[in-house]
């Protein structure tokens, strides 16, 4: 079974930086593209940054030029550089990796979410 989760969150002040993790595991498969949302108190969930297997980046524009995407393929990681932190990123960040499962000729694409990351931003 595929397992997601997240890792790096906490209390950080504002201006300051933080490096989050998301690993997957469970078994042989491939991922397509991973990425970060956050959902604060009160709100939808949001994007903040996706990256394909390739590399492409996307951003939203509330965290450009502050915020960094990565990906490791052989380890299956995700991470996320968030610097200039301000106190409106306070959320929990949730790590979203498409699953490509294959079985002989069988093809199954899935998402799989991990359980967020606490990020606190004080003023």
């Known amino acids: 079974q595929v397992q997601v989760v997240e890792s790096g969150g906490g209390l950080v002040q504002a201006g300051g930086s933080l490096r989050l993790s998301c690993a997957a595991s469970?078994?042989?498969?491939?991922?397509?593209?991973m990425g970060w949302y956050r959902q604060a108190p009160g709100t939808e969930r949001e994007l903040v940054a996706t990256?394909?297997?390739?590399?492409?980046?996307n951003y939203a524009d509330s965290v450009k030029g502050r915020f960094t995407i990565s990906r490791d393929n052989a380890k299956n990681t995700v991470y996320l550089q968030m610097s200039s932190l301000k106190p409106g990123d306070t959320a929990v960040y949730y790590c979203?990796?498409?699953?490509?499962?294959?079985?002989?000729?069988?093809?199954?694409?899935?998402?799989?979410w991990g359980p967020g990351t606490q990020v606190t931003v004080s003023s």
């Open positions: 979203n990796v498409e699953i490509v499962l294959t079985y002989a000729t069988l093809t199954s694409i899935f998402p799989a």
């Open positions: 469970g078994g042989r498969f491939s991922i397509n593209d």
């Open positions: 990256i394909t297997a390739g590399g492409s980046t």
